[in-house]
Protein backbone atom coordinates (compact mmCIF):
# COMPACT_ATOMS: atom_id res chain seq x y z
CA UNK A 1 0.00 0.00 0.00
CA UNK A 2 2.89 2.62 0.79
CA UNK A 3 4.05 1.83 -2.54
CA UNK A 4 1.21 2.69 -4.36
CA UNK A 5 0.84 5.48 -2.45
CA UNK A 6 4.03 6.54 -3.11
CA UNK A 7 3.39 5.75 -7.06
CA UNK A 8 0.54 8.34 -6.99
CA UNK A 9 2.14 11.00 -5.41
CA UNK A 10 5.20 10.57 -8.14
CA UNK A 11 2.54 10.63 -11.24
CA UNK A 12 0.64 13.47 -9.23
CA UNK A 13 4.07 15.35 -8.89
CA UNK A 14 6.47 14.60 -12.19
CA UNK A 15 4.18 13.37 -14.35
CA UNK A 16 0.56 15.19 -14.61
CA UNK A 17 2.12 18.68 -14.31
CA UNK A 18 3.25 18.35 -17.55
CA UNK A 19 -0.43 17.20 -19.52
CA UNK A 20 -0.47 20.64 -20.49
CA UNK A 21 2.47 20.53 -22.42
CA UNK A 22 2.55 17.50 -24.16
CA UNK A 23 -1.47 18.38 -25.24
CA UNK A 24 -0.28 21.56 -26.74
CA UNK A 25 2.56 19.74 -28.31
CA UNK A 26 0.22 17.32 -29.36
CA UNK A 27 -2.68 19.24 -30.75
CA UNK A 28 -0.37 20.87 -33.88
CA UNK A 29 0.25 17.02 -34.75
CA UNK A 30 -3.04 15.71 -34.45
CA UNK A 31 -5.97 18.53 -35.05
CA UNK A 32 -8.99 15.67 -34.42
CA UNK A 33 -9.70 16.93 -31.06
CA UNK A 34 -11.15 13.46 -30.24
CA UNK A 35 -7.96 11.66 -31.42
CA UNK A 36 -5.62 14.60 -29.81
CA UNK A 37 -7.48 13.87 -26.07
CA UNK A 38 -7.69 10.11 -26.97
CA UNK A 39 -3.49 10.09 -27.00
CA UNK A 40 -3.06 11.93 -24.01
CA UNK A 41 -4.98 9.74 -22.14
CA UNK A 42 -2.92 6.74 -23.86
CA UNK A 43 0.31 8.72 -23.17
CA UNK A 44 -0.86 9.15 -19.13
CA UNK A 45 -1.47 5.78 -18.89
CA UNK A 46 1.40 4.28 -20.61
CA UNK A 47 3.36 6.34 -18.20
CA UNK A 48 1.36 5.55 -14.87
CA UNK A 49 1.82 1.87 -16.07
CA UNK A 50 5.85 1.74 -16.21
CA UNK A 51 7.28 -0.23 -13.49
CA UNK A 52 10.72 1.57 -13.44
CA UNK A 53 9.19 4.62 -12.27
CA UNK A 54 11.11 5.47 -9.31
CA UNK A 55 13.92 6.53 -12.21
CA UNK A 56 11.89 8.68 -14.05
CA UNK A 57 12.45 12.06 -12.87
CA UNK A 58 12.07 14.38 -15.89
CA UNK A 59 8.48 13.78 -16.35
CA UNK A 60 8.18 16.09 -19.39
CA UNK A 61 10.91 14.29 -21.60
CA UNK A 62 9.41 11.02 -20.71
CA UNK A 63 5.71 11.95 -21.74
CA UNK A 64 7.43 13.80 -24.72
CA UNK A 65 9.05 10.43 -25.29
CA UNK A 66 6.23 8.28 -25.00
CA UNK A 67 3.87 10.16 -27.26
CA UNK A 68 6.51 10.42 -29.92
CA UNK A 69 6.76 7.01 -30.15
CA UNK A 70 2.80 6.05 -30.00
CA UNK A 71 2.58 8.95 -33.10
CA UNK A 72 5.35 6.86 -35.33
CA UNK A 73 3.87 3.39 -34.44
CA UNK A 74 0.31 5.00 -35.09
CA UNK A 75 2.10 5.98 -38.69
CA UNK A 76 3.76 2.84 -39.26
CA UNK A 77 0.38 1.02 -38.87
CA UNK A 78 -1.08 3.51 -41.69
CA UNK A 79 1.42 3.52 -43.71
CA UNK A 80 0.42 6.81 -44.64
CA UNK A 81 2.86 9.85 -43.60
CA UNK A 82 3.56 13.60 -44.77
CA UNK A 83 6.03 15.18 -45.09
CA UNK A 84 4.85 18.01 -42.35
CA UNK A 85 4.15 15.02 -39.94
CA UNK A 86 8.10 13.39 -40.24
CA UNK A 87 9.76 17.53 -39.62
CA UNK A 88 6.39 18.01 -36.80
CA UNK A 89 7.54 15.09 -34.70
CA UNK A 90 10.46 16.91 -33.61
CA UNK A 91 7.91 19.30 -31.39
CA UNK A 92 7.63 16.00 -29.30
CA UNK A 93 11.61 16.83 -28.22
CA UNK A 94 11.65 16.60 -24.56
CA UNK A 95 12.90 20.39 -24.09
CA UNK A 96 12.33 23.46 -26.31
CA UNK A 97 15.58 24.53 -25.72
CA UNK A 98 18.94 25.13 -27.86
CA UNK A 99 20.08 21.84 -27.95
CA UNK A 100 16.70 20.11 -28.90
CA UNK A 101 16.00 23.17 -31.76
CA UNK A 102 19.80 21.82 -33.10
CA UNK A 103 18.42 18.17 -32.99
CA UNK A 104 14.88 19.70 -34.93
CA UNK A 105 17.40 21.40 -37.68
CA UNK A 106 19.55 17.86 -38.03
CA UNK A 107 16.24 15.49 -38.11
CA UNK A 108 15.44 18.39 -41.03
CA UNK A 109 18.40 18.19 -43.10
CA UNK A 110 17.93 13.88 -42.17
CA UNK A 111 14.34 14.53 -43.74
CA UNK A 112 15.46 16.27 -46.53
CA UNK A 113 18.43 14.21 -47.28
CA UNK A 114 15.79 11.15 -47.37
CA UNK A 115 13.27 12.90 -50.03
CA UNK A 116 16.39 13.58 -52.50
CA UNK A 117 17.46 10.48 -52.65
CA UNK A 118 14.18 9.27 -53.93
CA UNK A 119 13.97 7.88 -57.47
CA UNK A 120 13.53 11.77 -59.88
CA UNK A 121 9.82 10.57 -60.49
CA UNK A 122 8.94 9.28 -56.69
CA UNK A 123 10.58 12.29 -55.35
CA UNK A 124 8.49 14.72 -57.75
CA UNK A 125 5.19 13.30 -56.47
CA UNK A 126 6.08 12.91 -53.00
CA UNK A 127 6.51 16.73 -52.98
CA UNK A 128 3.98 17.88 -54.61
CA UNK A 129 1.33 15.84 -52.78
CA UNK A 130 3.03 15.94 -49.57
CA UNK A 131 4.09 19.69 -49.32
CA UNK A 132 1.91 21.45 -52.07
CA UNK A 133 -0.67 19.69 -51.63
CA UNK A 134 -1.80 19.24 -55.18
CA UNK A 135 -4.36 16.96 -55.82
CA UNK A 136 -3.29 13.27 -57.83
CA UNK A 137 -5.77 14.36 -60.72
CA UNK A 138 -3.56 17.38 -61.11
CA UNK A 139 0.01 15.72 -60.34
CA UNK A 140 -1.01 13.17 -62.98
CA UNK A 141 -1.99 16.50 -65.58
CA UNK A 142 1.17 18.29 -64.18
CA UNK A 143 3.92 14.93 -65.34
CA UNK A 144 1.17 13.44 -67.96
CA UNK A 145 1.11 10.28 -66.01
CA UNK A 146 -1.77 8.24 -65.30
CA UNK A 147 -3.50 8.72 -61.68
CA UNK A 148 -2.68 5.11 -61.04
CA UNK A 149 1.21 5.75 -61.88
CA UNK A 150 1.03 8.69 -59.88
CA UNK A 151 -0.47 6.20 -56.68
CA UNK A 152 2.42 3.95 -57.30
CA UNK A 153 4.99 6.57 -57.61
CA UNK A 154 3.23 8.05 -53.91
CA UNK A 155 2.83 4.39 -52.35
CA UNK A 156 6.97 4.04 -53.28
CA UNK A 157 8.12 7.31 -51.79
CA UNK A 158 6.54 6.92 -48.64
CA UNK A 159 7.40 3.51 -47.88
CA UNK A 160 11.44 4.11 -48.82
CA UNK A 161 10.84 7.64 -46.35
CA UNK A 162 9.50 5.68 -43.63
CA UNK A 163 11.62 2.67 -44.10
CA UNK A 164 14.66 5.07 -43.53
CA UNK A 165 13.19 7.45 -40.74
CA UNK A 166 12.22 3.96 -39.13
CA UNK A 167 16.07 3.07 -39.16
CA UNK A 168 16.96 6.28 -37.72
CA UNK A 169 14.53 6.27 -34.97
CA UNK A 170 15.82 2.32 -34.31
CA UNK A 171 19.37 3.45 -34.27
CA UNK A 172 17.66 6.17 -31.84
CA UNK A 173 16.19 3.90 -29.55
CA UNK A 174 19.19 1.83 -29.23
CA UNK A 175 21.78 4.91 -28.62
CA UNK A 176 18.96 5.97 -25.45
CA UNK A 177 19.25 2.49 -24.19
CA UNK A 178 16.06 2.75 -22.06
CA UNK A 179 12.72 1.71 -22.40
CA UNK A 180 10.65 -0.77 -22.84
CA UNK A 181 11.78 -3.96 -25.03
CA UNK A 182 9.19 -4.20 -28.34
CA UNK A 183 10.01 -6.35 -31.77
CA UNK A 184 11.69 -4.48 -34.66
CA UNK A 185 12.47 -6.65 -37.59
CA UNK A 186 12.22 -9.73 -35.41
CA UNK A 187 14.47 -8.40 -33.07
CA UNK A 188 14.37 -7.14 -29.44
CA UNK A 189 15.29 -3.43 -29.11
CA UNK A 190 15.21 -1.24 -26.10
CA UNK A 191 12.28 1.83 -26.99
CA UNK A 192 11.10 4.54 -24.42
CA UNK A 193 7.55 4.72 -23.59
CA UNK A 194 7.03 1.24 -21.43
CA UNK A 195 8.95 -1.23 -19.21
CA UNK A 196 12.16 -0.30 -18.35
CA UNK A 197 14.79 -2.96 -18.42
CA UNK A 198 15.57 -4.32 -14.92
CA UNK A 199 18.96 -2.60 -13.45
Same mark, same amino acid.
Given at each position: ? #? $???????????????????? @?? !??? !???????????????????? &?????????????? &?????????????? !? $???????????????? #???????????? @? /????? +? #????????? #?? $?????? @???? /?????????????????????? %????????????????????? %?????? +??????? $?????????? @?
Amino acid at each position: M #Q $RVRAKLEWFKTVILPHEAAL @RG !RLR !RILPSGHELEDMVAEVLTRA &YATENWENVTTGRA &YLFTIARNLVIDAA !R $RNKVVSFETIADLELL #QAENNVEAQLQA @R /EALRQ +V #QTIVDSLPV #QC $RRVFIL @RRVH /EKSMLEIADDMSLSVSTVEKHL %AKAIAIVMRAWAEREETDFER %AGVGTT +VKLRGRE $RDRSGGRAPA @R
